[in-house]
């Protein structure tokens, strides 16, 4: 076998490796994810929806939307469960905004006005 070849078929083998290693990582954290779940948490669904665990059986899950009310889905539909400091949950609190203050006893609180100046908390 020449030296080409050879390094054609590594070449190969190694992208095979990779890719098996890449699906066998994403189930795995799919397969945390549906562990992961419980009553009260917040998750993510596939389709975008924001909800709350009601209840988890074993193949499928019971959300309560924001309007409160409930929808059953199958537990893989479920990408995340959201932290309280994740942007998307609907549970988050943006840090508050610490203005800076220019020294004349303004406090500079980022906005502007329409005409762009910026515009000064007294």
């Known amino acids: 076998m020449d030296p080409l070849s050879l390094l054609l078929v590594g070449g190969l083998v190694l992208i095979l490796v990779l890719q098996f290693n890449r699906v066998r ?5 799919a397969r945390d994810t549906r562990s992961a779940l419980e009553v009260g948490s917040e998750v993510l669904t596939a389709a975008g929806m924001v909800a709350t665990v009601a209840t988890v059986d074993e193949a499928t899950v019971t959300l309560r939307g924001a309007d409160g009310h409930l929808t ?7 990408v995340r469960v959201l932290p ?6 609907s549970r988050y609190q943006p840090p508050a905004a610490t203005g ?4 004349t006893g303004t406090t500079d609180t980022g906005a ?5 100046t910026p515009r000064h908390q007294d």
């Open 25 to 29: 990582k994403q189930q795995r954290e």
């Open 72 to 78: 059953r889905w199958v537990k893989g539909a479920v």
């Open 84 to 89: 309280d400091s994740d942007p998307v949950s």
């Open 100 to 103: 800076t203050t220019d020294g």
């Open 112 to 116: 502007v006005d329409d005409d762009g």
